[in-house]
């Protein structure tokens, strides 16, 4: 047991306590002048940066989304109006109380000039002089409004200043010849943010509101910023904000690139609670401690649709921090400590803008619904998605406008990858390719077309009722004869059929980054899970009324349901019909613009499913199928006549200037009134391939020759004889 | 009644009470300004008062000796439970300190202290602090606490448990030379250690010793509870006017920077009523460790004054620019109810052996000539 210890330790306390207590003395007694002109003088802001976001770019480095400044002017109370601070000290060294009320009478009456600007007010006596005649020499900028005068009784009475006391109407006056906007519309906004936030009860939000940036002015123009600069002394409390605006670069990308939208309300709850929902110009010292780059302001925007959205963490950016201290009597801002923030990554498109555009007008000159897919057959890189109609991203915000966008013609469909049709005799391909590769049939094999198929109501060819005669494979292609794959149908077994379309990528989602819909391969299988599935919803129907008296509506569900069973049930096998469906792409067969291209690149590649996709570099390795050249031969012999020889269905389109390969379709959609989708799809040149085209006309009466093949005419004009496209087109100059 | 009233300890439960109140205070100021509506941070500080004062009682009834037997079991739950929070802790800033039973968060690192109090003197009393081997089984046992605590990470508070130890240690009788060496190693080892530190370990001391260069993460806080503190003058500002008005950027008012917040609102008066009543505890402590009977009884009563005085110090140095910022927080002051729990256990065991190991004068005089 050591006494001698704890004396020590009683000694090492006494010592500690009186460093402690000399040095609150020091710092209270001896440094209180110094400390308490910090305090007076300076503030401290903790503002944070917005990132700028990244580009979308197409593949030649053309810019096609991007963010564009627009300034606003704010101001901020706590500095743009003194008579908060000076109301507050007025209560705090006179004792006095509704301080503000009544400067803001005062205000009213110098407005409405029964006092002039340069009246005094009369505040009462003063019992502590000394203090307040310190302060206003030191700081007289922020007590300028404070004047001490002695009466004759020797009593020390305050006086407030109107002019200095109401500096803000000279600054309002200030901004409204340089804006050119009339003084009495910047008045009024300023006292409707002064009142709103008067009214406020908790003292930290009347802060917070206080050193909130308020915007008075939106849309100011740049030149003016410079002019409000150059003045930036004599404008107490007013800030120029930046904001940044998403622009895009037309209708034609409308659907690839997106846009944007602001956080809903759960979002940024969920923010919140994390910690990671910031301000522009004032945060709680919480923020500060854990700032991270990954935060929101309340009104961000995020990116909703397209490649803005799947594309937003990268093209985000995080943001920045800087710590300013700001002198309230020189006026000046130190930046003490600013964290950069980092711009988003950009994002470069396998798109070519030109194409794209050009195929949009295509579309558009023609007023056709529909859409274009431009592919590189061995890539799998995307040149153009069109889809249209489109709309204009940057009108979106629009509610009304929006509002147009939801009727037909349905721009916001998008055509090219995320809708399916009826493929019509492009699905040709996938039963030649299934017919030729099985060996149910050769290049040799003969079929004789009467101009239909065992029942001339029901499997008809579209020259009916005329008859192509005896053909060929390659002939069938050429003359688009539907009674040949009839015939090739009924001799194929089913499965083998179906499975060489889904090796093919008919009713699978092609890869897109902005995602693709499947479509709809009716198999075997399909259609026995479609019987089973009604039967079994029709059975969970009965359980659920079992025993109750059922109400009608549900009495009227059981009895449809009850019908679509039985059409089921008498299909749920596999007929022929719908081999023979699925030879010429109709029936329930819906296949994307996308999957088409798809298809018909495995025929100009030699035979690889390739990766697609809309992003460069996200390019994967292709799937080689195994098929036979001399099968792809075949095929491509019969697309070639198709354009180049008389009666090629293809022949009077001009494509063959471009010495393109191609397969048209008509598809039937509606027996009653006619309308058909008319497809057309080929590479070019068919020799060597350089682009896969495919191009969709939503419901026209005509056949797709017709329609379709010569807006393909006029893209891979714009692709080929064009001497700057055809210069920088990458396509002729593939990376890889 | 009366009578319950003599029998309690009034010379600890009055400053206890005092500072208590003073905390509940100044953290319903600070709360008020911390966000709209205020968060509830005072009226949790009141319901950890009172389960602290319920602590205490609970402690009386417990009785000396039975604390005593109970002292080896308190510290191996509570090695226990750090080890638990190492492993199922809930993350704050990156840190594992807590865990979360519900709404409460429970600081294993606290209680700790208290455990450290009560048991390790049993490891050096009647004669052991002469032996080596239990000397070096003392230093062990705290340089695993220190290395438990420091993995959450907590390093302020695991390197509160070295001087703490040292102090216990030197009281208890073991010889200079080890407490010497020891020191000597802790002293070399340091810097050496320096860069194993996690970042924001390293940018607090380096914030501390270069103030200019490091202004955005640490020092500015520094900064900012100098100048509130300064500005207080001699009587302050007035409570509610502190620096939520001036400066806007005080972090932390509410738990380690909350001496700042009553020294700039009470100013100088206000700061020094804080010291006194901690150090009346401290050296109340140390009185009792002078004349208790057991030697149990004196080196837990300097455990005691030992704890209260290293958290004091190093937190008030903190706030007035005398120390980097650590995690430490001030007794019965700090927002906290681990804390507030702690405080009013251990000045438990300081009633307790004020009441109970009372020597009797001729005891004392034995001892004493």
């Known amino acids: ?736 | 009644m009366l009578y319950y009233l003599r029998k309690i300890d009034w010379a600890v439960v009055l400053p206890s009470l005092a500072l208590s109140a003073i905390g509940v205070f100044f953290i319903a100021d600070a709360a008020n300004y911390m966000g709209s509506p205020p968060p509830p941070f005072a009226n949790r500080q009141l319901l950890w008062f009172f389960i602290s004062f319920v602590f205490y009682i609970g402690a009386m009834v417990l009785g000396f000796k039975r604390l005593k037997r109970l002292a080896p079991s308190l510290f191996a739950v509570c090695c226990a439970l750090l080890v638990a929070v190492l492993i199922c802790g809930t993350s704050c800033k990156g840190a594992k300190r807590w865990i979360a039973l519900g709404w409460f968060n429970l600081q294993p690192s606290e209680f700790i202290k208290l455990a450290f109090i009560l048991f390790m003197p049993l490891l050096l009393s009647n004669g052991r602090a002469k032996k080596l081997k239990f000397v070096l089984l003392f230093f062990s046992v705290t340089a695993s606490i220190v290395f438990l605590i420091a993995a959450e990470p907590d390093l302020g508070t695991s390197l509160l448990f070295v001087p703490l130890a040292l102090t216990i240690a030197l009281t208890a009788g073991v010889k200079r030379r080890i407490i010497v060496a020891i020191v000597l190693v802790v002293t070399i080892a340091a810097p050496l250690l320096f860069n194993h530190l996690r970042p924001y370990q390293k940018e607090r001391i380096l914030a501390f010793t270069n103030p200019e260069q490091y202004r955005l993460a640490e020092s500015y806080q520094i900064r900012q509870a100098e100048v509130a503190i300064g500005s207080g003058g001699l009587f302050g500002k007035g409570y509610g006017n502190g620096t939520h008005n001036a400066l806007n950027l005080l972090p932390a008012r509410h738990t380690d920077f909350i001496f700042s917040l009553i020294a700039e609102e009470w100013g100088l008066v206000g700061g020094v009523l804080v010291l006194v009543l901690l150090f009346s505890l401290i050296f109340l402590g140390i009185t009792t460790a002078i004349y208790a009977n057991s030697e149990y009884g004196r080196l837990v009563a300097l455990g005691v004054s030992a704890l209260l005085f290293f958290q004091t110090v190093v937190s008030i140095a903190m706030n007035l620019g005398l120390a980097p910022v650590t995690g430490i927080p001030l007794p019965f002051l700090t927002y906290g109810g681990s804390s507030m729990i702690l405080c009013w256990s251990s000045v438990a065991s300081l009633s307790l052996v004020r009441l109970n190991d009372k020597p009797s004068l001729v005891e004392y005089c034995l001892r004493d000539c």
């Open chain 1, 1 to 736: 047991m050591n006494r001698s210890a704890i004396i020590l330790f009683a000694l090492v306390c006494a010592v500690a306590m009186c460093g402690l207590i000399a040095r609150l003395i020091q710092m209270q007694v001896f440094k209180f002048e110094y400390y308490e002109d910090i305090a007076e003088r300076k503030r401290l802001r903790l503002e944070i940066l917005d990132a700028e976001r990244g580009t979308i770019y197409d593949r030649n480095g053309v810019p096609l989304a991007y963010d564009r400044v627009t300034y606003d002017v704010a101001v901020l109370i706590s500095e743009f109006d003194p008579t908060f601070e000076i109301a507050k000290t007025l209560e705090r060294e006179l004792k006095l109380k509704n301080v503000l009320s009544g400067l803001d009478a005062h205000l009213f009456s110098v407005l409405s000039r029964n006092h002039c600007l340069n009246s005094r007010i009369d505040c009462g006596i003063v019992h502590n002089p000394a203090r307040l005649k310190t302060l206003k020499e030191k700081y007289p900028l922020k007590y300028g409004a404070f004047e001490l005068i002695e009466t004759p009784e020797g009593e020390t009475r305050l006086f407030l200043l109107s002019e200095v006391l109401f500096q803000r109407l000279e600054v309002l006056a200030n901004l409204s010849k340089t804006l050119n906007i009339e003084f009495e519309v910047l008045f009024k906004k300023t006292e409707e943010i002064r009142n709103r936030i008067m009214r406020t009860t908790n003292a930290y939000e009347r802060r917070y509101e206080m050193n909130r940036p308020q915007v008075i002015v939106s849309g100011v123009s740049r030149e003016d910023v410079f002019r409000l600069e150059l003045d930036a002394e004599r404008l107490v409390g007013v800030v120029v904000l930046e904001r940044r605006k998403r622009e895009y670069r037309g209708e034609a990308f409308a659907h690839i690139l997106g846009y944007m939208r602001r956080l809903n309300e759960e979002e940024v709850e969920k923010a919140r609670a994390e910690g990671r929902i910031v301000n522009r110009a004032y945060n709680p010292p919480e923020v500060f401690e854990k700032f991270c780059g990954d935060s929101f302001f309340v009104d961000d925007e995020v990116g909703a649709y397209g490649v803005e959205k799947y594309f937003e963490p990268s093209l985000r950016g995080k943001k920045g921090a800087q710590l300013l201290e700001h002198d309230i009597t020189t006026r000046r801002y130190q930046i003490l400590d600013r964290i950069e923030p980092s711009r988003g990554e950009d994002v470069y498109l396998t798109i070519d803008a030109g194409l794209q555009e050009a195929a949009y007008r295509a579309l558009k000159e023609r007023g056709i619904v529909g859409a274009v897919v431009l592919l590189h057959p061995t890539t799998g890189e995307i040149l153009a998605l069109v889809s249209h109609p489109s709309f204009d991203p940057n009108r979106i915000k629009d509610a009304e406008y929006y509002r147009s966008l939801l009727e037909a013609p349905y721009p916001l469909l998008e055509r090219a990858a995320k809708s399916s049709y009826a493929p019509g005799s492009t699905m040709k391909i996938a039963a030649s390719i299934a017919g030729l590769s099985e060996g149910t049939i050769t290049s040799n094999t003969y079929f004789e077309c009467h101009g239909y198929h065992k029942n001339p109501n029901a499997f008809r060819c579209w020259v009916y009722p005329s008859a192509h005669g005896p053909q060929n494979i390659e002939e069938a292609l050429k003359h688009s004869c539907n009674v040949f794959f009839f015939q090739l149908a009924d001799m194929i077994d089913a499965e083998k059929l179906v499975g060489w379309f889904k090796r093919l990528g008919i009713g699978e989602p092609p890869p897109l980054e902005i995602g693709a819909t499947q479509g709809i391969l009716p198999t075997p299988e399909w259609k026995r899970k479609r019987y089973e599935n009604t039967v079994a919803r029709l059975n969970d129907l009965k359980l659920k009324i079992k025993g109750q008296d059922a109400d009608d509506s549900l009495k009227e569900k059981i009895d449809s349901l009850e019908k679509i069973t039985a059409i089921y049930r008498e299909e749920s096998a596999w007929v022929p019909g719908d081999s023979r469906n699925l030879a010429v792409g109709q029936g329930a067969i819906l296949v994307s613009p996308l999957q088409v291209a798809r298809m018909f690149a495995v025929v100009a590649n030699g035979g690889s499913l390739v990766n697609t996709h809309i992003v460069l570099g996200n390019s994967k390795e292709s799937e080689n199928l195994n098929i036979n050249p001399s099968v792809l031969e075949t095929i491509k012999n019969g697309l070639r006549r198709a354009v180049f020889e008389t009666g090629g269905t293809a022949n009077k389109s001009g494509l063959a200037r471009f010495g393109a390969y191609a397969k048209t379709g008509t598809a039937e959609v509606n027996k009653k009134t006619g309308s058909n989708n008319g497809w057309i799809a080929g590479f070019a040149p068919g020799d060597s391939p350089k682009v896969v085209f495919v191009v969709l006309v939503e419901q026209t009466t005509k056949h797709g020759g017709e329609v379709a093949a010569p807006v393909a005419a006029e893209i891979l004009e714009k692709l080929f004889t064009n001497k700057k496209t055809a210069d920088e087109n990458v396509v002729l100059s593939t990376k890889d």
